[in-house]
């Protein structure tokens, strides 16, 4: 019963920009989109998170589109500290509501 | 520096023999989690905390304790390893009101449990 769709895999040369997808199209309007990734069995790692606005961090930008019901992570220069597998998440931002993990995309970023 | 720390980061035991995994956060975060994270399966959570002495069940609970006396420590209990709980386990804490988005990880456990 995931809520999110990610491809399986992405590559992305050094130095450009990474565009991964995700497709929500179930989300509900009180619930936000977050990304997170996880580099090599480490902890994953919080990237970013929009309810509807597209939204710019310093690791990323997040364009959320106007129905809700699909985003897109951009990594604007990506280098090759960036291969990681990045996940989706749609979530309620109150409460207990736990971060449900699917399986993600696994992006290599290629020299 | 804001982390989560986990110890130990690796352990290799035995069928049976009870074991504690400790989590510690110094973000004074109100809410602490376990996940496990097995291949094909990604990331289940096992148990979670809202606050000193709330604890819940996860979606993975069976075979697992956990206790939360203190907010900085959430540890995680085997009381009786089996092998199906050789896995890499990740403790996780985020704050409140406007802190709640993030959620940081410590940097696992690898458990074998032979």
């Known amino acids: 019963d995931a809520k999110t769709t990610q491809p399986p895999s992405m590559d992305c040369a050094e130095g450009r920009a990474a565009n991964l997808p995700c497709n929500h199209s179930?989300?509900?309007?009180?619930?936000?989109v977050y990304w997170y990734r996880q580099i090599h069995s480490q902890g994953p790692q919080y990237i970013i998170h929009g309810l509807k606005n597209n939204e710019t961090n310093e690791m990323a930008s997040l364009i959320i589109t106007e129905d809700r019901k699909s985003s897109t992570l951009i990594l604007p220069h990506a280098t090759l500290r960036d291969t990681a597998v990045y996940y989706c998440?749609?979530?309620?931002?109150?409460?207990?509501?736990?971060?449900?993990f699917g399986k993600g995309t696994r992006l290599s970023v290629i020299a | 520096e804001a982390q989560v720390t986990q110890n130990p980061r690796y352990l290799i035991t035995v069928t049976g023999k009870k074991l504690t995994v400790t989590c510690s956060q110094n973000m004074n975060h109100e809410y602490m989690s376990w996940y496990r994270q097995d291949p094909g399966l990604g990331l289940r959570q096992i148990y979670y905390s809202m606050n000193v002495e709330v604890t819940d069940k996860g979606d993975v609970p069976e075979g697992y304790k956990v206790s939360r006396k203190e907010k900085r420590n959430f540890p995680l209990i085997l009381e009786s390893p089996s092998p199906n709980q050789t896995s890499l386990y990740f403790c996780?804490?985020?704050?409140?009101?406007?802190?709640?988005?993030?959620?940081?990880f410590g940097p696992g456990t690898r458990l074998t449990v032979l």
């Open positions: 179930t989300i509900s309007g009180n619930e936000y």
């Open positions: 998440i749609v979530r309620v931002a109150s409460g207990n509501t736990p971060l449900v």
């Open positions: 996780a804490s985020r704050g409140s009101g406007a802190a709640h988005n993030e959620q940081f």
